[in-house]
């Protein structure tokens, strides 16, 4: 059974930096692409950021682009979002999911992903 932890969410203040974690288990976990995605309150899920298999290639959403960085330590089976300059609009539930493909692409939409975690709530305050 595959399973997705997040970790490291909480309350900064706008321009603060967060980094989230995601610890994956019950899936060879260095064959798939993850990716993030986030949901803010009265808003459908969206995009965030993917890493490919490998975590040499890395896609973004427009919104946090230089802003966000995701990386992938295939040995410790995590996968992180290193989030700088934060605005108070990246406030929301932020969820890591894994491609169902082995060895899939850097994929945007949800239903590329077949597990996903609880997700880590981020507030950014003003």
């Known amino acids: 059974q595959v399973q997705l932890v997040e970790s490291g969410g909480g309350l900064v203040q706008a321009g603060d930096s967060l980094r989230l974690s995601c610890l994956a288990s019950?899936?060879?976990?260095?064959?798939?692409?993850m990716g993030w995605f986030r949901q803010a309150p009265g808003k459908e899920r969206e995009f965030v950021a993917a890493?490919?298999?490998?975590?040499?290639?890395?896609r973004y959403a427009d919104s946090v682009k230089g802003r966000f960085t995701v990386s992938r330590d295939n040995a410790k089976n995590t996968v992180y979002l290193q989030m700088n300059s934060l605005k108070p609009e990246d406030t929301a539930v932020y969820s890591c999911?894994?491609?169902?493909?082995?060895?899939?692409?850097?994929?945007?939409?949800?239903?590329?992903?077949?597990?996903w975690g609880q997700g880590t709530q981020v507030t950014v305050s003003s």
């Open positions: 999911a894994t491609v169902w493909r082995r060895f899939g692409n850097l994929e945007t939409k949800e239903s590329e992903y077949d597990y």
């Open positions: 019950g899936r060879t976990f260095s064959s798939y692409a």
């Open positions: 890493i490919n298999w490998g975590g040499g290639s890395t």
